[in-house]
């Protein structure tokens, strides 16, 4: 069996997100959580008052026999709109913003690359604001959240 690998993004509610990958061949699970912020342990309602620094996340575990990190990055800057600063439509406060949280160098050089490639083709009409974080913990959420 392949090893399987690991991929954070954020881009608005972690379910619209979830939702769009729990649909991509090679996907095997897709976790909602929050990751980038200072707060141990962060609640949804904690999150949600904008004031811990944490996103709302989804990690998703893959098999890059299957999908490859890029593939799952174009997902990514289709399902969400990736020049809208800390927000995504009606959802405002940074734990909405557009990030991704590479896991390897690899996955930044991949993350860096394809925004540079995007903007440098104009395929959106503004700047990308999507933020490349380190991921330093990611939390999982609430029961009721998953």
Request: net charge negative; charged share 20%.
């Given at each position: 069996?392949?090893?399987?690998?690991?991929?954070?993004?954020?881009?608005?509610?972690?379910?619209?997100?979830e939702a769009?990958?729990?649909?991509?061949?090679?996907?095997?699970?897709?976790?909602?959580?929050?990751?980038g912020g200072a707060v141990e342990n962060p609640t949804?309602?904690?999150v949600c008052t904008g004031r811990t620094g944490?996103?709302?996340?989804?990690?998703i575990t893959y098999d890059p026999a299957v999908v490859s990190y890029n593939d799952l990055l174009e997902v990514f800057f289709t399902v969400h709109d990736p020049t809208q600063?800390?927000?995504?439509?009606?959802?405002?406060?940074?734990?909405?913003?557009?990030?991704?949280?590479?896991?390897?160098?690899?996955q930044e050089r991949s993350a860096r690359e394809m925004i540079r490639q995007f903007e440098q083709d104009k395929v959106?009409?503004?700047?990308?604001?999507?933020r490349i974080e380190p991921l330093?913990?990611?939390?999982?959420?609430?029961?009721?959240?998953r």
């Open positions: 069996m392949a090893e399987s690998a690991k991929a954070t993004l954020a881009g608005g509610c972690f379910w619209c997100l769009a990958y729990d649909e991509v061949r090679g996907v095997q699970n897709v976790e909602s959580g929050y990751a949804y309602d904690a944490h996103a709302e996340v989804v990690q600063l800390d927000r995504q439509g009606a959802d405002v406060g940074t734990q909405y913003r557009s990030a991704i949280f590479p896991d390897s160098p690899e959106y009409d503004a700047p990308i604001v999507t330093t913990r990611f939390f999982s959420a609430e029961k009721y959240h």
